[in-house]
């Protein structure tokens, strides 16, 4: 059975997210997908999963069919918009891309009781908005000034939306026409304040320090992804000890899409063995 809802809202201040449940199982995995993304990214790629598992999609607040309202998308608002979904189903393995890694990770800090295991797949991971400023200004990633200047990130979010939308699946071919289609799904607000206060500003390390004693982190990653670099990744898994890094050669950002076999055989691996570690004595 698959449910698509919207779950109510008590208040308009407080809006609550998009989501679809479909599948079955004792354990609960949750996708969270990157910036632009949203429920399609994961749905059609998550078949052999849903045999075993409940699986949980989630459009993040101010992208897809969630909520957009005029506000900061702050970390905080993010993790808060999330624990609303989260809260009543229990223990879960959160499953997040890109924007949506560095989001489960935040949420996973501030809500180590509702997570059993974290997967972050394509975590970007600057440590500071001047080092991400440097990387996408000099680094391989084209039109990297776009993405660092806000008037001109906005400008390009109502362009793309507004004049390109209806084409764009046309010009992007290497990305499933779904995923390119939900790619306008969201405001020049949510978009651009969720790069900044996110991913350019949040630093990631800060949570997984508070995750060491307590979960499990798997990164996925891909070898070529120039929008999250490597490097920066690979340091992270060498300097927490609760962090396990797979590198997925000759793949770029959405190794999901180009391998989404792999990826779920990794995560329904990762996920059972937060399940036998369940069951032991002191588990």
């Known amino acids: 059975m698959v449910q698509d809802l919207i779950l109510p809202s008590r ?42 598992h409940r699986i949980v999609l989630v459009d993040l607040l101010g992208f897809g069919r969630s909520p957009k309202p005029w506000v900061k998308y702050s970390v905080e608002r993010h993790v808060d918009a999330l624990r609303r979904v989260l809260a009543p189903l229990g223990p879960v393995t959160l499953v997040g891309h890109s924007l949506g890694a560095l989001i489960a990770a935040a949420y996973a800090a501030r809500h180590t009781e509702t997570v059993e295991r974290l997967v972050l797949i394509s975590l970007p991971h600057f440590g500071s908005q001047d080092a991400a400023y440097t990387y996408m200004r000099q680094g391989p990633v084209k039109g990297g000034l776009i993405y660092t200047n806000v008037l001109l990130t906005m400008l390009a979010c109502i362009i793309t ?62 070898s070529d ?42 995560i329904a691996s990762f996920a059972e063995q937060a399940a036998r570690e369940a069951m032991l004595p002191n588990g």
């Open 11 to 52: 208040r308009d201040r407080d809006p609550e997210l998009f989501v679809k449940i479909f599948g079955s199982g004792v354990r609960t995995l949750v996708f969270v997908a990157g910036l632009g993304g949203t429920t399609r990214y994961w749905e059609t790629r998550v078949t052999e999963l849903a045999q075993e």
């Open 161 to 222: 939306r507004r004049l390109l939308g209806r084409i764009l699946p046309y010009l992007i071919r290497d990305i499933p026409r779904e995923v390119v289609e939900d790619l306008v799904k969201h405001t020049w607000r949510s978009s651009t304040s969720s790069l900044w206060d996110v991913v350019y500003r949040h630093d990631v390390a800060d949570d997984l320090r508070i995750l060491e004693p307590v979960h499990n982190v798997l990164c996925i990653h891909g």
């Open 225 to 266: 992804d120039i929008m999250a670099p490597l490097a920066p990744v690979r340091a992270l898994a060498e300097a927490f000890s609760n962090v396990q890094l797979c590198v997925l050669e000759g793949l770029d950002h959405h190794p999901f899409l180009r391998e989404p076999e792999r990826c779920c055989e990794l």
